[in-house]
């Protein structure tokens, strides 16, 4: 039987890896992921999910604990200077990608930074999660790659 169903609910193969933002807004959010990073909407909300190149990014309402997680709530993160984790975004071309996400309303914490083995800089969502724009230069021979 096919499915009409995007790969983010049933793969070809294998497993989709996908990455879910508990958020105040997820309008807002959404319109971000989509204005600025270029992600494509595959469904609105409840939740908002959008394709960003080969993976997916989920969004959903904070909220309370539901039937198959009975201890826990899901929130947005309550302060933005502590790090429980990112998204790390790696390119071929850091400094094209922070101009154009720059000229879209992205607003990054420095310019990017050479730091030998990648050159990265830091943005941050609506709700203050933290995304990492990164490019591989010797970090991929030294894990015994070439780049």
Known sequence: MASEAPDYFQPESGIVLTHLLIVRDVDRSREFYRTVLG???????????????????????????????????????????TLSGAMNIRVTDVHEVYERWRSRGARF???????????????????????ELGQATGILAEMGRSS
């Not at 609105?44 to 709530?73: C, M, Q, W």
């Not at 914490?109 to 995304?131: A, F, M, Q, S």
């Open 39 to 81: 992600a494509t909407v595959v469904r609105d909300r409840r939740p908002a999910i959008l394709r960003f190149h080969n993976s997916y990014i989920v969004i959903n309402d904070e909220g309370g604990p539901t039937d198959d997680k009975p201890t826990v709530r899901a929130q947005a993160p309550p302060d933005p200077d």
């Open 109 to 131: 914490l420095t310019e990017p930074k050479d730091h030998g083995v990648e050159i990265r800089c830091y943005l941050r969502d609506p709700d203050g999660y933290l995304i």
